[in-house]
C-alpha cells in the first residue's frame, strides 16, 4: 500500500461526526462522503479503538470513497517523562497508533510529545527528538510507513513551539509538524490571528522544511479559548475570536496541500463551514 500524495487541501473533523447514527469509524468515514468532506481524522484519545483486522476494514471503505484519512495518537503521551515506564508507554502509544493507522490507510499520525515539567527546554528536546528518532527507526525496520507528526501546543508548559516542531521535522526522517493554528493563537496570548501572521508561519515551514512540506500538510483548526497559560478549550469559530477566513486566504495563496482537520466541538459543521469559505476564496480567483 503506497503512502498517500496530496492532491489537494482536503478537510474534515476529528473524529466520527456528531451526525453519524452509528458510532464507529467505518460508519464515521461514510457519514463525512455523505456531508460533502473529503477527509477525516481517527482519534485514538483515551486507546487504541481499533483491531488491525477492523483497520484494515476502514482502510478498504476509505479507499473506495476517496477519503483521506489522519491518526490522532492518545492524549497522555508524555515522552519526556521522568519515570522511564511512563516514557517507554508513551513512545509505544505513539508507535501503536502508526502501526494501527497505516493498517486503516492513515498517511499522517499526529501526537503532543512532552511536558516540559520545570526544565530547560533544550534538554526536553534532545529527549523528544531521541524517542521520536527510536520509533521512526523501528517503523521503518518493520516496513511501517507513515509520517510522524509532533503537534504545536497550546500552553507554554507543553513541548510544542512552532521551532520545536519544525526543528525535528529538519532533524529526523519522516517525521513533519502537525500546525495547529489555534494552539500557536492560544499560546501565544492572541497573537497568530491575521493573514500576515498565517503567512509568516507558512513562509517559514516552506524556508525551513521546503515546498514539499507545503505540499504534505496536516492542519488543525478550531475556535478556541485562551488566558495568561494559554490554551483553556476548543470552542466553535463562531463563539472565538479566531479569523479563519484570513487563514483559508492564506493556505489558497501559498497552495498548501494536505489534510485540515477541524478540532470544534461541533465537528462536521466548522469543517464544512472552513471547506465552503476555502472553496468560494478559489473559485473567486
Known sequence: MALWRPDRLRFGPAGIPNSAKVRSTKHGV??????????????????ISLTEASARDVEAVARGLDIALTVHAPYYINLASPEKSKAEASAQRIYQ???VGRAAGAWSVCFHAAYYM?????????????AVGAIVRRL???????????????????FGTLEEVIRLSEELEMVLPVIDFAHLHARSAGLYNSYEEFSSVLSLVEER????????????VSGIEYGERGEIRHLNLA???????ELMEALRDFGVKGVL????PNLE???????????KLLTAR
Open 30 to 47: 461514510l457519514e463525512v462522503k455523505a456531508l460533502g468532506l473529503d477527509a477525516m481524522e481517527i482519534e485514538f484519545v483515551r486507546r
Open 97 to 99: 497508533s502508526a502501526v
Open 118 to 130: 520545570g526544565r530547560e527546554s533544550e534538554e526536553v528536546y534532545r529527549v523528544v527528538k531521541e
Open 140 to 158: 521503518r525496520d518493520e516496513g511501517v510507513e507513515i509520517w510522524l507528526r509532533p503537534e504545536t501546543s497550546g500552553a507554554p508548559t507543553e
Open 209 to 220: 522544511l521546503g515546498r514539499e512540506a507545503l505540499d504534505n500538510m496536516h492542519i488543525h
Open 239 to 245: 463563539e472565538s475570536d479566531f479569523r479563519y477566513e
Open 261 to 264: 482537520i477541524c478540532e470544534s
Open 269 to 279: 459543521e466548522d469543517a464544512l463551514l472552513l471547506k465552503r469559505t476555502y472553496d
